[in-house]
């Protein structure tokens, strides 16, 4: 239906939105049909080429307010064209008469757009049902599981994450939490704020949506109604994201690292034997924490081996063990104190981790992001504006040894052998599937790979005695 919204009073401060929409009545001739929707808006924010209100605001005029105006003028448009399919249907048209009353009866509240008709019986939406799921989800079979696996403590947390960042998605846009209505508009929505208001990067943002995915499939499963696309549209997915900042050591860092003296500070020495561990095995710090002797056994050739189940798989159908070659360096560390030193804090084991480097010499200057305060635009329950300082990821200048973390072990172990055999067998140990997912994971620039270019090269001009 073709109409437009105009402003009543354009040069006041404040304005009521009319609804105005032109009949022919006969050759040449009009019947102009203008009649309040019953909403008021600062004329300033009125975008009049969109028909709502536009992204600028005045000073008490929230985006929480405007969110809400736009969505109803939204209902008054679906509203109205439900109506007129409905017409249609029986090959009549909607008069004058016909179309101001449908628009009273909407403003009046009379009429909703038969939402009680298109939504069925009563449901939880999104916030309700993940406030209920998460008490509860440790009991549930996970939906990947073959067997009796549960959902894992660690999958609870990302629900917990979850749960405040749809709560302020919702109270800053006023976008509906309906899973019935949820659909690919509604994910590129939540992609957009998430990005220009909260600044979150991609990476994050996917994860989100993968618990969305998740969650949905459970409620589903429970017997609520969900729609179709969070399951089964391939838009209604994690956004493409350009590759992490996440550093790797070098061999040649590594070298230095295993040189420095730190007899005499205990606990450093201790975090170091730590990082060597995870650099030459390719292990996730999950199951860096799980090591023990008992995991390490000789082979029918009497080599010795670390036997490891991975924690993070999947699907529980997938779960292998992986045997992964006890490399000198490892070796040494093991000979050295007679067994793999506990991992007991992840954060401790990070921050010393950047002091390790640092003392190594990674201090060259890399444009690379890190996390550092900012503060965010949001809005409460109540429509209520206010600030908040958050930590995000912000693109800036930084020393190579700031960026280091537990997952540059992993990275090391991939992106140094990279190259030196054939990548099926990093892949075995790493548990990459894909050939293509593997060479998005390693981290290895352009020089190197040059380098190593050149050093196979001479080496093989080498065997040939050229």
């Not at 067998?425 to 020089?447: C, N, P, Q, S, W």
Request: proline content about 3%; some cysteine.
């Amino acid at each position: 239906m073709k109409y437009t919204l105009q402003l009543a009073n354009p040069k006041r401060q404040n304005s009521n939105v009319n609804f105005v929409k032109s009949f022919k009545v006969g050759k040449g001739k009009y019947n102009s049909l203008r009649i309040s929707t019953g909403l008021s808006v600062p004329t300033a924010c009125w975008d009049k080429s969109n028909n709502q209100l536009g992204e600028q605001l005045i000073e008490g005029f929230t985006p929480f307010e405007r969110n809400q105006i736009n969505q109803r003028l939204k209902d008054l448009e679906a509203y109205l064209a439900k109506a007129e399919a409905s017409a249609q249907l029986d090959d009549a048209a909607l008069g004058f008469d016909e179309v101001r009353s449908l628009v009273e009866l909407w403003r009046d509240g009379q009429k909703e757009p038969d939402a009680t008709e298109d939504r069925g019986p009563a449901q939880p939406d999104l916030i309700q049902y993940l406030e209920e799921f998460i008490p509860r989800a440790t009991n549930l079979r996970s939906k990947f599981a073959r067997e009796k696996e549960r959902i894992t403590e660690k999958t609870v947390q990302q629900y917990t994450q979850l749960l405040p960042l749809l709560k302020h998605f919702h109270y800053y846009t006023g976008v509906e939490m309906d899973l019935r209505n949820i659909n690919v508009q509604w994910h590129n929505a939540f992609i957009q704020w998430g990005v220009e208001v909260e600044r979150y990067g991609l990476q994050t943002l996917g994860k989100h949506i993968k618990s969305i995915k998740r969650l949905a499939y459970y409620a589903r499963i429970e017997g609520l109604e969900v729609n179709a696309a969070i399951l089964q549209d391939e838009d209604f997915d994690k956004p493409t994201a350009p590759a992490d900042d996440t550093q790797y050591f070098t061999t040649e860092e590594l070298e230095r690292i295993q040189a420095l003296d730190l007899s005499e500070n205990p606990r450093l020495e201790l975090e170091r034997d730590r990082l060597i561990i995870g650099c030459y095995t390719g292990l996730r710090i999950s199951d860096l924490k799980r090591l023990n002797k008992e995991m390490v056994r000789k082979n029918a050739r009497g080599r010795e081996r670390i036997y490891i189940k991975p924690e993070k798989v999947k699907k529980a159908r997938e779960q292998r063990t992986i045997a992964i070659p006890i490399l000198k360096p490892v070796k040494d560390v093991l000979e050295r104190r007679g067994g793999f030193p506990r991992f007991t804090n992840e954060q401790a084991f990070n921050k010393a981790m950047k002091v390790i480097a640092e003392m190594a010499g990674m201090d060259e200057t890399i444009h690379a992001g890190k996390q550092q305060k900012i503060t965010v635009e949001r809005v409460n329950k109540h429509g209520e504006a206010y600030e908040a300082e958050v930590t995000r990821k912000v693109d800036r200048e930084c020393k190579k040894y700031e960026l280091m973390s537990t997952h540059s072990c992993r990275r090391s172990f991939a992106s140094n052998l990279y190259g030196m055999m054939p990548n099926q067998h990093i892949m075995a140990i790493t548990g990459h599937k894909k050939e293509a997912d593997f060479l998005l994971y390693i981290r290895v620039t352009a020089d190197e790979h040059a380098d190593k270019f050149e050093q196979f090269y001479e080496q093989e001009m080498e065997r040939r005695g050229l």
